[in-house]
């Protein structure tokens, strides 16, 4: 779904139309019914009635905003394809205090490009092949085995620690096995509240999310502030890669944008990657047969090898097709990343309206 920003100012010209819809009550507008929680993976109560009574492209406000969403593939197509000619990313206020001014969701144009190519240089293909494969399957290996201790486990959250250690040992050589849990538990705290009505008072889900992103934030000013003193390591991490950075001539990287980068990527890493996986386990378990074939295509890989409980090769990991059906189908029903903003540039007119 895509969610576009919309002024009554002087920009929208005199009689222009806009979508059906409602901007709710005064201050609040319509964001206490948007963020009541979704027990399921299907459409959430507040998009399904709106759909119904407006249609596909409808006009709200959310926390201060007022907004214009579209559910109209069509038109999510028409703004995919005029990225940065009449629509440009943008993130309403309240998420922008959560995630940091200067993040990499708010960059645009060249500098975008360059924060993309320093991700790809430890997430990239090459990186996944030599590096990340082998990692993932020692952390995976090594979580399963402690599940077994438990005589329940709860999927989303053992998933998400998984997966942050993962990500956390690639961007800042984390190593959560010889640690507190610090970290991490900072990270919960700050994803209790992510979803919560924006209010910041002691006591509310946002306002301990606030104090779990501070927290972090300071972890990872710490981590920064001592690997500027280092002067040699054997191996680089993404804190390696934004000193560099800045120490290059003419860069825009400075210290607030390398912090406000690592918090969301270390977010962004665990919190996508977690919920699909999840989501992917719930509908294997709803449908047996796929997960027989599943099964059946790995048992097979198993079968070829000389030892069958060796790791798994990049030949193997390319050669799983129905895996990646599965994975591809799962992310698709899941709708992992359920809104996306854009603002318009300039007045835009829709199916000729």
Not at 282 to 311: C, T, Y
Not at 325 to 337: C, G
Request: proline letters at 5%; a neutral charge.
């Amino acid at each position: 779904h895509l969610v576009m920003r919309w002024n009554m100012g002087p920009r929208c010209s005199a009689g222009a139309l806009l979508p059906p819809g409602s901007r709710g009550l005064p201050l609040l507008g319509e964001t206490l019914e948007f963020f009541a929680r979704n027990p399921s993976l299907e459409l959430s109560p507040f998009l399904k009635r709106r759909l119904d009574r407006y249609g596909p492209i409808f006009r709200t406000n959310l926390i201060g905003e007022d907004l214009i969403v579209s559910m109209d593939p069509e038109l999510n197509n028409l703004v995919f394809q005029k990225e940065e000619k009449l629509f440009q990313i943008w993130y309403p206020e309240s998420i922008m205090r959560i995630m940091g001014a200067d993040c990499i969701i708010a960059t645009l144009g060249t500098f975008h490009k360059h924060l993309r190519t320093l991700v790809l240089r430890l997430f990239g293909p090459e990186n996944l092949r030599l590096v990340l494969l082998h990692e993932v399957q020692q952390t995976a290996q090594a979580s399963l085995l402690s599940w077994l201790d438990h005589p329940s486990i709860e999927v989303k959250e053992a998933i998400s620690s998984m997966i942050f250690s993962i990500t956390a040992r690639r961007l800042i050589s984390y190593d959560s096995s010889r640690s507190d849990g610090k970290l991490w538990k900072q990270f919960d705290a700050f994803l209790q509240g992510l979803l919560a009505f924006p209010l910041y008072v002691p006591g509310t889900a946002f306002y301990k999310c606030m104090q779990g992103r501070k927290n972090v934030m300071k972890i990872l000013q710490e981590m920064l502030n001592e690997r500027k003193k280092e002067t040699h390591r054997e191996s680089v991490d993404f804190i390696d890669l934004l000193i560099n950075d800045m120490k290059e001539k003419n860069t825009i990287m400075n210290e607030k944008i390398a912090l406000d980068l690592l918090f969301l990527l270390l977010f962004a890493g665990f919190e996508t990657t977690s919920s699909g996986i999840t989501a992917a386990l719930k509908f294997l378990a709803d449908d047996p047969k796929a997960l027989q074939e599943l099964i059946e295509e790995h048992n097979n890989i198993r079968k070829r090898r000389i030892d069958p409980d060796s790791e798994i090769t990049w030949e193997e990991y390319k050669s799983m097709k129905f895996t990646s059906h599965v994975i591809h189908e799962a992310l698709r029903l899941a709708n992992i990343a359920p809104l996306m903003f854009r603002k318009a540039i300039e007045e835009v007119h829709i199916k000729g309206e």
